[in-house]
């Protein structure tokens, strides 16, 4: 409902609750959190040599749709943007300047993350989102230098949807990738996990376990009932403690089974964000250095309230974000097969995917044909994620047709012989090997060209 | 969450009071090691010493029945090195040692160094780069296209000799470093690979190294040994027998037979556990069986072509009709069996979803 009074000065949208102060400090630990995570996760990606090997060694980059302008920087360049994100994620900690470095920080992750699709990974897309959020919010309000050193007005108490905000993306993230386990791969073949548990039965204590297909299929189901549900668990202050448990246990065992980087440790920090009033209260009594001297309330009560055009902007924000979960649905066929929509969509570790694709050339001007390899082109990553995702199969052909041309002069064709083999199944023809993909063009709409998915098994 | 905690109990308990079930990777990745890696290495050891030993009576004096002598134990050197060559398991100083027992040589830097006076042993070889050593360094000096009167008429330059004696000598200790490298008595990097020290402390890392080495093996033969000489990666498509991988030698099919003579016995475990093995413990023991037929096809087709080089010329048909099944090989390896086994089929650890 709008409030009619505020509407000359400035909007604000006066939902019932949300002008609720809360304290400051979940939002202050989530924020050092959020710093120090990113910080480490930035050294390491240094100290694994990716800045090298992703961005500057390929030749070939596959950018988003809408974003072929994105292009990598020289070697200085990329090595100065990844010393940025390192400071701005130091001051994220601290809280210092803290305003700029969480939109400088959003800006450079997300130039990283638009540079090659090859690379791309859910909760890089999470961790995307996060610090645009953390933009609009106040989480430098405590436990901060800006709050130290005056340089912004220190406050024990911020509004309450600034809390509620990270906890709606979280439930989203989850709900979503639980919806997205409801097929019948995940329920009842317990794919991939069978895959992935078969290949770690030397895991210490329950490696001995992930041989038997009722351990899969019970995995499968947890899994899927655990992101269904622990949104809601942990929202509901009765279930969560053990739901928060629940969290450690899940995530750790990822951890331990699949290679997938930072993922549990941002998701074990994020989800600290559900502790509320009451047990931050608990936290003071442990930690005496925590509680507040005198209270100060941030902002005032009124200007609490969310302005309209933050909350259109919010709206939106989230609206897209389903949106884009959904389209898979304008989409004729399987979505794990096609990818039409995957990307964006927390389907997270749904697919045991693996390809390989021949492209074969052909210049119609002297009717010379030949084949090319992509690993003459590809990075070992790059390869991998292209041999069984369709639009990246375009744009390489693109790449190679557009090469040719310029060093020819002539027109060239290209084609793609793909093989594609998911979740156990026998590897199939993925595209139409007579279709011309130099002749089509690089859009969203569904791609004919892919050939329909049999469902069929060794 | 009520349900969670007693599973996870239950699971842990019974884990607890269960052994290991299912297939004994470790002893598949030990059976490998000992049965078909090192014992590959032994022959390779014993092919270089039998070449060096050519080699010295060559140096001594060249005539054609020394030469002829010396050109089939390289030969023999050559295939029991293709047959160990995918065995590139272990970090970077495998990887050198592989490139310095074959890798493209430098036709100039090999010719300034005979034309100089410095003294050419073992040593001098072994303080120059990978391109100035190994078998293809001695195949430019014991082979020519103008044959081998031509390859005599050079040899009568004593310091020719001498070159080619200093790179078999060098060959034949690279090729005991190897064996070394392997053997329990020494390095022992045969328990490491068992115990699966390689990529990330878990027995899915050899097998991951395991996998992606045959499947790198098989690309390779495609791309570079068949692809290119046969001239399908270039506009034009004329035959390029040149660049087959022993050209001079006329013995390219030798080699990539003796190469897929080694993707099998990785593959099978020789007579012991295998990754076919591997792949039946999961009810794929039909993938596993079209992987050997597809392998075994493209070797005896390739045994029954005689010269790759020439075939590439005279006979461009029969030389796409074995790429073709090695191709279906290359599918039913790197996306059937590889999404089966579930390996990251990449040589980086960057991660997953």
Same mark, same amino acid.
């Given at each position: 409902m709008l409030n009619p009074g505020a509407v000359k000065t400035l909007p604000r949208l006066n939902l019932a609750g949300l002008e609720r102060q809360g304290s400051s400090l979940p939002l202050a630990l989530f924020r050092m959190a959020f710093g120090l995570l990113m910080f480490i996760s930035t050294v390491r990606f240094l100290a694994m040599g990716w800045v090298n090997e992703f961005y500057l060694v390929p030749q070939v980059h596959f950018t988003y749709f809408g974003f072929g302008w994105v292009k990598p920087l020289p070697a200085f360049g990329m090595y100065l943007v990844f010393a940025l994100m390192l400071v701005s994620t130091l001051l994220i900690t601290l809280g210092l300047y803290y305003r700029i470095s969480i939109i400088g920080f959003f800006l450079l992750f997300s130039y990283l993350e638009l540079l090659d699709k090859s690379f791309y990974l859910n909760h890089y897309y999470f961790v995307s989102l996060l610090s645009f959020l953390l933009i609009f919010l106040?989480?430098?309000?405590?436990?901060s230098l800006d709050a130290c050193l005056g340089r912004t007005r220190a406050a024990n108490t911020v509004p309450l949807w600034t809390h509620q905000i990270i906890k709606l993306q979280l439930a989203l993230v989850y709900f979503f990738a639980g919806i997205a386990k409801l097929n019948p791969d995940w329920l009842f073949q317990a794919q991939p996990l069978r895959i992935w548990l078969r290949a770690n039965t030397d895991l210490a204590l329950i490696g001995g376990f992930f041989d038997f297909f009722w351990v899969a299929l019970l995995m499968s189901w947890a899994g899927m009932l655990y992101d269904l549900c622990i949104p809601f668990l942990l929202f509901w202050r009765k279930t969560r403690p053990f739901a928060y448990l629940a969290v450690i246990a899940f995530h750790i065992l990822t951890a331990l089974v699949f290679p997938i980087g930072m993922f549990p440790w941002i998701m074990l920090v994020s989800t600290?964000? *559900? *502790?509320?009033e009451r047990d931050v209260l608990r936290l003071t009594r442990v930690l005496p250095f925590l509680s507040p001297k005198q209270v100060r309330t941030y902002p005032s009560r009124a200007a609490a309230r969310l302005p309209l055009i933050s909350s259109i902007l919010l709206g939106f924000f989230f609206m897209f974000q389903i949106g884009l979960c959904l389209r898979h649905f304008a989409y004729p066929g399987n979505v794990l097969w096609?990818?039409?929509?995957?990307? *964006?969509?927390?389907?997270?570790?749904l697919a045991e995917k693996t390809g390989q694709v021949l492209f074969t050339l052909k210049n119609n001007d002297t009717g010379e044909n030949w084949l090319v390899f992509p690993s003459e082109y590809l990075s070992p990553q790059q390869q991998k994620q292209m041999s069984f995702q369709a639009d990246m199969i375009l744009q390489f052909a693109h790449f190679l047709r557009d090469g040719f041309e310029k060093s020819t002069g002539d027109d060239i064709s290209v084609f793609a012989e793909a093989y594609v083999s998911l979740n156990g199944r026998p590897s199939q023809l993925y595209l139409d090997p007579g279709q011309d993909l130099a002749k089509l063009s690089y859009d969203l709409a569904p791609r004919a060209w892919i050939l329909p998915f049999f469902k069929s098994s060794y | 969450m009520k349900i969670r905690i007693p599973l996870f109990l239950c699971l842990l308990i019974v884990s607890l009071s269960?052994?290991?079930?299912? #297939?004994?990777r470790h002893a598949m990745l030990e059976n490998i090691a000992l049965n078909v890696v090192l014992p590959c290495h032994e022959r390779f050891v014993q092919a270089a010493i039998a070449f060096e030993e050519a080699t010295e009576r060559l140096a001594s004096s060249a005539n054609l029945a020394k030469l002829e002598t010396a050109q089939a134990a390289w030969k023999t050197a050559g295939s029991s090195w293709a047959h160990c060559e995918l065995f590139q398991f272990g970090g970077l100083e495998i990887m050198i040692l592989h490139n310095q027992i074959n890798k493209r040589p430098n036709l100039t830097q090999i010719a300034n160094a005979i034309n100089s006076d410095t003294e050419l042993s073992s040593a001098f070889i072994e303080s120059q780069g990978s391109s100035m050593k190994g078998l293809a360094a001695a195949e430019l000096l014991l082979f020519s296209e103008q044959g081998n009167d031509a390859v005599l008429n050079q040899l009568q330059n004593e310091r020719q000799r001498q070159f080619l004696l200093a790179l078999a000598q060098n060959l034949s200790a690279k090729a005991q470093e190897l064996v070394a490298y392997w053997s329990p008595t020494a390095q022992d990097y045969a328990s490491k690979f068992a115990a699966a020290d390689g990529a990330d402390g878990s027995t899915k890392g050899s097998i991951n190294m395991t996998m992606n080495q045959l499947i790198s093996l098989l690309e390779q033969i495609n791309r570079e040994k068949l692809a290119t000489p046969l001239g399908?990666? $270039?506009?034009?498509?004329?035959?390029?027998?040149? !660049?087959? $991988?022993?050209y001079l030698s006329q013995s390219s099919s030798e080699r990539i037979v003796a190469n897929l003579e080694g993707a099998i016995s990785l593959f099978t475990g020789a007579n012991g556990l295998g990754i076919d093995d591997y792949l039946d413990s999961m009810d794929q023991g039909l993938l596993a069986s079209q992987i050997i037929d597809q392998l075994d096809a493209a070797r005896e087709a390739l045994q029954d072509l005689g010269s790759l080089e020439d075939a590439v010329v005279n006979n461009p048909e029969r030389v796409s009709q074995i790429f073709n099944v090695l191709k279906n090989a290359l599918v039913l390896t790197s996306v059937d069996a590889a999404n089966q086994l579930g390996? !990251?089929?990449? #040589?980086n650890d960057a991660d997953g979803d």
């Open positions: 106040p989480p430098h309000k405590s436990l600290l964000i *559900f *502790f509320d096609t990818e039409e929509g995957y990307r *964006f969509s927390w389907r997270v570790m | 269960h052994a290991q079930s299912g #297939f004994d399908g990666t $270039e506009a034009g498509g004329t035959a390029r027998p040149e !660049t087959a $991988e022993a390996i !990251t089929v990449t #040589f």
